[in-house]
């Protein structure tokens, strides 16, 4: 049963933005992530925000990429800013981490939605 469900994918060029959003039923006062990965490759975290609303990056979006959420829409949203094709990826929410930061990895998440596709052209 899926329970998180992403939108706002889609193709740009380098520069360019896009905000994702997450509508996440009874989760979004949780800690929730986003997490991308890229065709052959590890999948990887972007952003966390906690129940208090403290949030943590990955270096290579800090700066560029901001995880918010509103809870009274059950929506989490990861605004996207200066693109780059190595953003390339399918990007993942996710939902009732224990541990709400990047480093800690997708594995301590227990709730996923099914991803929507990010494609940064030069």
């Known amino acids: 049963q899926v329970q998180l469900v992403e939108s706002g994918g889609g193709s740009v060029q380098a520069g360019g933005s896009l905000r994702l959003s997450c509508v996440a039923p009874g989760h979004s006062r949780n800690c929730m992530g986003w997490f991308r990965q890229a065709p052959g490759k590890e999948r990887e975290g972007v952003a966390t925000?906690?129940?208090?609303?403290?949030?943590n990056y990955a270096a290579s979006v800090k700066g560029r990429f901001t995880i918010s959420k509103d809870n009274a829409k059950n929506t989490l949203y990861l605004q996207m800013l200066n693109l780059k094709p190595d953003d390339t990826a399918t990007y993942y929410c996710?939902?009732?981490?224990?541990?709400?930061?990047?480093?800690?990895?997708?594995?301590?998440?227990?709730?996923w939605g099914q991803g929507t596709q990010v494609t940064v052209s030069s």
């Open positions: 996710a939902a009732e981490g224990w541990d709400c930061t990047v480093a800690a990895g997708g594995d301590n998440f227990g709730y």
């Open positions: 925000i906690d129940s208090d609303g403290s949030t």
